[in-house]
C-alpha cells in the first residue's frame, strides 16, 4: 500500500509539472500572439514614356465655306507632310473630320465679325516614336513659316509597358519591407517571423516633373505584417 501511495504521489507530481509547462507554454503563446509589426515596403524607377498621342489642332476664318474647306484641307496637308518628314508615318496620323462654327447663328455675343464661319480640325498622332515626337514639337515653328495657324498642341506621354516592370518592383519593395521589419525586431530584441498579411500593393506612374513629361516615375508601395517572437 505505502508503495502504490508513493507512484500515485509521483504521477500526481509529474502532472503537476507537466500541467504547469503548458500553462507556461499556453501563456507565452498568448504574449507573442499580438506581437507583430507592420512595415511598408517601396520601389521607384525612372523611366523614359514609350507612348505619346500629340493632338494638334488648326482652324481658318472666313465667309466664303467651299473656300475654307480647301483651306482647311491645304492646311492638313502642310501638318501631315511636316509629321511625316519627321519620321512619322501616315498610318500613325488621323485627321478629324473638319467642324463648322457659324457665328451669325449664335443667340449671343458679339455679331459684329468680320467674317462669319470658323472651321477647326484635330490632327492626331499616336505612336511609339517619342524622341521623333518631341524633337517635330521643338520644330512646329516651322508650320507657322508655312502660314499653318496652330491652335492648339497638346501631347500626351504614357509608359505603357509598366506591367512588364510589376513582377521585378514588386520584389524589390517586399524586400525592401522586410530589411524594415528585420531592424525593428532587432531593435525590440525579437525575430522576425512569418508573413501575416501583405497586400498587393499600389502602382503610381506620374510624370517626373512637369517641364520634361516624357519621363515618367514609377512607384510601388506595398503593406506587410510580419509576426514577432523572442
Sequence with gaps: MKENRLIASALIAIGIVLLGVFIKAGIDNFANKDRKVTVKGLAEREVPADKVTWSIGTKVTG????LLYENINLQTNKIKKFLTQNGLEEKEITVNPPTISDLEAREWGDNQKNFRYIVNTTITVATNKVTEVNKAIFKQAELLKQGVAIENSNPQYEYASFQQMKP??????????????????????????????????QFEIEDRDQNTPYIKKLRVVTTITYSLKD
Design 63 to 66: 465667309n466664303d465655306l467651299p
Design 168 to 201: 521585378e518592383m514588386m520584389a524589390e519593395a517586399i524586400k525592401n519591407a522586410q530589411k524594415t521589419a528585420v531592424q525593428f525586431a532587432e531593435a525590440s530584441n525579437s525575430e522576425l517571423g512569418q508573413i501575416q498579411t501583405a497586400g498587393q500593393g
